[in-house]
């Protein structure tokens, strides 16, 4: 302090003597060739101004604060800084970073927010020298320029994005990386790759981003227009999840190649940052690579070895504010069409994506381009119950338009003059399905038979002949349980019993004597769930329906889901590896006299026993340890593509026939399973908080009661309830939350009247009776006896 005092009163800097200080061995930052602030002097500092006992000195913590402020005001410094000691390559000690920044954020005293604001004041200095505006920013492409990045991502003043200074930096970071060069984006996800891979340190970077793109989009909504920090955030959330996906991959492959590693040494390797994994896994099979069967290991474990899950899920990336509906899905419903109805943006293109110069209502700006401006386009980052919200819009947009069509059609065919009233038929407007609850399969199939495509892409009213009900959505949820009860069982004859029985799942028979018009009802109905908006089908379809629907490309993984004695056999065969002494020739020829396979299976049809050659002169072709993979790979076609193609293909069909829009096309397979099937989420804590009341007050001792019977309620007694009043029994996308249920007041004692609901409007109509146990009795009375609608 003594030397820096000195400079002080020279009028040099005190931040500029700390960087004479040597706080590093020789080596650690040789590629930049400074000096850099180490993890174990900032521990050190850290301590002196944290002691266990009394308080720190004034000159600790001036100490302390100096040295931070040195390294954050100046990139080249922070480069060098918190990396590895004696390495010749720097690394990032991102994992001891982050707990020495925890510990730092651990101190609310007044002295350490005098330190947090002079970072945070550094921060925004060396932001400015690392690159003041684009151009600048275009020679930002080597690692040894961006390794401070992480660090200052990772560090407490980026901890808070509601504060001011916080929510600024943090936007001048992500301004940063939008106006690097494709060459920098890749080299930082690069880095963030190799340095970064700890999950709790990735983790944390994710949070930090994420946080701060919830904080723009509501400074957005309350500004009512959308700032391009906006997309700018995105993009670093974007080259986050496209690291996070790296890092699994990386693992991924180097398990499948190495895949006799002990247990126990796999459990330590994952919880490394990615090199000290590969390395790690790399030494110790040194002997394995020189065996003759790692030769054949690839392919051996391509597709025997379950998937490496990246570090953090994919629903941490998703934005908390779109799932709030602080963007209004109709406005979303636009950007998409405007912007990105080509198609979703993936994650390495977005790497890719250049700036250009544009006119802003915030001046002259280099921008995104437009491709990028648009949530669904970044639909990785978007939850799915706001996916489905904006394919809702998109639903209605297209069934308002169709009906404009038509009044346009009746009026001109009329000659109406504008202004004048016409009256259209409903027949014309709505696709009306009019139906026999006892005959509902049956008169739903000819309806269906007889209608248009037009038809089935306008809105669906439902009627149930002899009932009163008037169809708001209610009337249609009731119709597809009870259709999906009939038409989605293994007993309908579309679907394999013995596939249900084992496995659980409806999966397509392929020895079905269903004409192919069957199958194409059954994808049309699927298909209506989805155009119509409703909650969902109470159906047991696998992932690999969704992911043929999608076109998506199959795995063995699949094959668990709908054949899992057979996957286990699969698995097997490619695993199956001969002892480590034996010779390629022995070893083949131990695995023919194991396995005895040729290139032809069989299988059972109709109490039958059938074979299918999987090739040509498939009997003459003996299964070896060098054509397994290939076995396995025509084996998996055959039980989930072309054994069953008659019944899938028009399947798939009937659902393209009514959903065939550009958001629909942009949805992955598993968005479309949780549009179809609905959350399984029962948990009735999630229906209470977002419940309303009418005529009674939520703290009511009565309301109380209430929810205790509901709580109480086993999981077959909540569906009846959910049906009873929504019209079905499951939960939409993105849980019971997403349901606001309304409780009115519907009398008092004395009474005995049960009961009601409006399914359309999720309305409970309520009596208050005397006592809990009458409440229970008739409650239960109800949801028991709720088939059928009528009006009053």
Same mark, same amino acid.
């Given at each position: 302090r003594a030397a820096a005092s000195g400079a002080e009163q020279e009028g040099t800097l005190a931040e500029e003597v700390v960087l004479l200080q040597p706080v590093v061995q020789p080596g650690v930052a040789s590629s930049v060739g400074f000096a850099g602030l180490s993890l174990a002097r900032l521990s050190s500092l850290l301590q002196a101004a944290t002691p266990s006992v009394? @308080?720190?000195?004034p000159e600790a913590l001036e100490e302390l604060q100096s040295a931070l402020g040195a390294s954050f005001a100046l990139p080249s410094l922070l480069n060098a800084s918190f990396c590895f000691p004696g390495l010749y390559r720097p690394r990032l000690d991102a994992g001891g970073l982050l707990e020495t920044f925890k510990a730092f954020a651990s101190n609310t005293s007044a002295a350490f927010k005098k330190i947090e604001l002079h970072m945070t004041n550094a921060a925004l200095e060396g932001l400015g020298v690392w690159a003041a505006d684009h151009d600048e920013a275009a020679v930002l492409m080597h690692r040894d320029q961006l390794r401070g990045l992480p660090a200052l991502l990772l560090s407490p003043i980026l901890a808070n994005p509601q504060q001011p200074q916080h929510y600024e930096l943090m936007s001048r970071v992500m301004r940063l990386v939008a106006w690097m060069p494709p060459e920098g984006r890749r080299e930082l996800q690069e880095l963030i790759v190799e340095d970064c891979s700890e999950e709790e340190v990735l983790r944390n970077l994710v949070r930090r981003v994420r946080d701060h793109c919830d904080e723009t989009v509501r400074r957005a909504h309350q500004m009512q227009r959308l700032s391009p920090e906006i997309w700018e955030g995105l993009m =670093?959330?974007?080259?986050?999840?496209? /690291?996070? $996906?790296?890092? /699994?991959?990386? =693992?991924d492959q180097s398990l499948r190649t190495k895949p006799d590693l002990p247990e126990l040494q796999l459990g330590v390797s994952l919880g490394m940052s990615l090199s000290q994994t590969l390395s790690q896994i790399n030494r110790g099979t040194g002997k394995l690579a020189q065996s003759a069967a790692?030769? &054949?290991?690839? !392919? %051996?474990? /391509? &597709? /025997?070895?379950? *998937? +490496? %899950?990246?570090? +953090?899920?994919?629903? !941490?990336?998703h934005l908390q504010s779109l799932a709030e509906e602080l963007v209004p899905p109709e406005l979303e419903f636009r950007l998409f069409i405007e912007n990105a109805c080509a198609g979703p943006i993936t994650p390495s293109e977005v790497l890719e994506l250049p700036l250009y110069a544009a006119r802003t209502d915030y001046g002259f700006e280099y921008v995104l381009p437009s491709k990028m401006r648009s949530f669904m386009a970044n639909r990785n980052l978007v939850p799915v119950s706001y996916t489905r919200k904006v394919l809702q819009v998109e639903n209605h947009h297209a069934q308002v338009h169709l009906q404009h069509q038509v009044a346009r059609r009746v009026a001109a065919d009329l000659e109406v003059l504008p202004g004048h009233e016409i009256h259209i038929d409903p027949a014309l407007l709505f696709f009306i399905l009019k139906v026999r609850r006892d005959r509902i399969l049956e008169d739903t199939a000819a309806a269906l038979q007889r209608a248009t495509p037009e038809d089935l892409r306008r809105q669906? *009213? +439902?009627i149930f002949e002899g009932e009163q009900g008037v169809d @708001?959505?209610?009337?249609? %949820? $009731?119709?597809? %349980? =009870?259709?999906s009860a009939r038409v989605f069982t293994a007993e309908c004859g579309l679907f394999d019993a013995a596939v249900a029985q084992n496995a659980r799942v409806l999966w397509f028979d392929k020895?079905?004597?269903? @004409?192919?018009? !069957?199958?194409w009802l059954a994808g049309v109905i699927l298909g209506l769930v989805v155009y119509n908006n409703m909650p969902g089908l109470d159906v047991r379809f696998p992932p690999v329906v969704f992911k043929k629907i999608k076109g998506e490309q199959l795995t063995l993984e699949d094959l668990r889901q709908v054949y899992p004695d057979t996957f286990l056999s699969l698995r097997s065969l490619l695993q199956w590896s001969p002892e480590e002494k034996m010779s390629a020739e022995e070893a083949n020829a131990l695995f023919e006299n194991t396995f005895c396979l040729d290139f032809v299976i069989s299988y059972e049809s109709n109490g039958k026993t059938l074979s299918k050659e999987l090739c040509p002169d498939g009997q003459d072709k003996a299964v070896t340890m060098d054509n397994r993979a290939e076995f396995v790979s025509l084996y998996l076609e055959w039980l989930l593509t072309s054994s069953v193609e008659r019944q899938f293909e028009p399947f798939r069909k009937g659902v393209r026939r009514v959903c065939d829009s550009p958001l629909f096309n942009a949805l992955d397979s598993a968005e479309l399973e949780l549009i179809v099937c609905g959350e399984q989420d029962l948990d009735f804590g999630h229906l209470r908080s977002h419940a309303v009341y009418d005529g009674f007050a939520e703290d009511n001792a009565y309301i109380d009661s209430l929810w205790r019977v509901l709580l109480n309620f086993d999981t077959e007694q909540k569906k009846r309830f959910l049906s009873f009043v929504t019209g079905s029994d499951l939960a939409p996308v993105g849980g019971l939350q997403e349901l606001q249920l309304v409780i009115q007041k519907n009398g008092g004692e004395p009474t005995e009247r049960l009961p009601t609901a409006h399914t359309c409007f999720n309305l409970l109509l309520l009596p208050e009776y005397a006592s809990e146990s009458k409440l229970e009795r008739l409650l239960t009375t109800a949801i028991h006896n709720s088939e059928g609608f009528g009006l009053e």
């Open positions: 009394g @308080e720190a000195t =670093l959330l974007q080259l986050l999840w496209g /690291a996070n $996906e790296a890092i /699994a991959q990386r =693992l790692s030769t &054949m290991v690839l !392919d %051996r474990f /391509a &597709m /025997a070895a379950p *998937k +490496v %899950r990246p570090p +953090v899920p994919a629903a !941490d990336f669906l *009213k +439902v @708001e959505g209610g009337l249609a %949820r $009731e119709f597809f %349980r =009870l259709l020895s079905s004597p269903c @004409e192919s018009t !069957d199958f």
